[in-house]
């Protein structure tokens, strides 16, 4: 399709273990978001790519928070020794440039943590 | 650093009727404004953008809002709605230029028969 597409759409997983979450931006777009919307709460601001850029890391909750993205396209978000309080919505938006707001949003991901 | 207040968590409407949510923003540099709508099962799309120019923005399925300055607000509006406008809605704010959007904690438009 032509639009961001995330997997897996739905994940449970046990306490301490790690999960990674996958997002395929629409092609062609440079800049690449993740937000996690739990419930009853925003979307929070979690890290940024643009193009070959260093990433905007700022929004990490922790360490146990990664993300990487590789070839300027695909991007994974990694959660290592997930806790309870991690279970969310994931949402991965792509752009075709920086700062005029016009994200396109994935579906999501969620995440349940038992 | 900008952050967003939607007013109403909860707002429900008969078909037909009209609808307003409202959204304040706090910001001491030039915005940008938009409205968010999230569908059940679905991601966020783009319903209305405030860059520049005039202060009543026409979006997609009949929504406007107004930019107003000196409120610091950016209420959506729709003056009939349908029962295919049930969603969640997000207004979020960026400084000009700037790349990361604030959301707000949205509202959940139930649109009853």
């Known amino acids: 399709g032509a639009g961001v597409s995330q997997s897996p759409s739905n994940k449970v997983t046990e306490k301490g273990k790690d999960v990674e979450l996958r997002c395929d931006p629409i092609?062609?777009?440079?800049?690449l978001y993740w937000y996690r919307q739990s419930l009853g709460q925003g979307l929070e601001f979690l890290i940024y790519?643009?193009?070959?850029?260093?990433?905007?890391k700022s929004g990490l909750p922790s360490d146990r928070f990664s993300a990487e993205r590789t070839g300027g396209s695909v991007s994974t978000l990694t959660i290592q020794r997930t806790q309870q309080e991690d279970s969310a919505v994931y949402l991965c938006?792509?752009?075709?440039?920086?700062?005029?707001?016009?994200?396109?949003f994935g579906e999501g991901s969620r995440l349940t943590v038992l | 650093a900008q952050s967003v207040t939607q007013l109403d968590s909860q707002v429900p409407v008969f078909e037909e009727a009209p609808v307003e949510l409202r959204c304040n923003y706090s910001?001491?540099?030039?915005?940008?404004l938009f409205w968010y709508v999230q569908y059940p099962n679905q991601g966020l799309q783009l319903l209305l953008k405030?860059?520049?120019?005039?202060?009543l923005v026409k979006g997609i399925n009949g929504f406007e809002a107004e930019f107003n300055k000196s409120q610091t607000s950016f209420h959506l509006r729709k003056p009939s709605v349908h029962i295919s406008d049930t969603a969640e809605y997000f207004c979020?704010?960026?400084?000009?230029?700037?790349?990361?959007?604030?959301f707000g904690a949205g509202t959940t438009v139930t649109v009853r028969a």
């Open positions: 790519f643009q193009g070959n850029s260093a990433p905007d």
């Open positions: 979020a704010v960026t400084r000009s230029n700037d790349y990361k959007l604030s």
């Open positions: 910001s001491s540099v030039s915005v940008y």
């Open positions: 938006a792509s752009s075709l440039s920086s700062g005029t707001g016009e994200l396109f």
């Open positions: 092609s062609g777009h440079t800049a």
């Open positions: 405030y860059l520049s120019g005039s202060t």
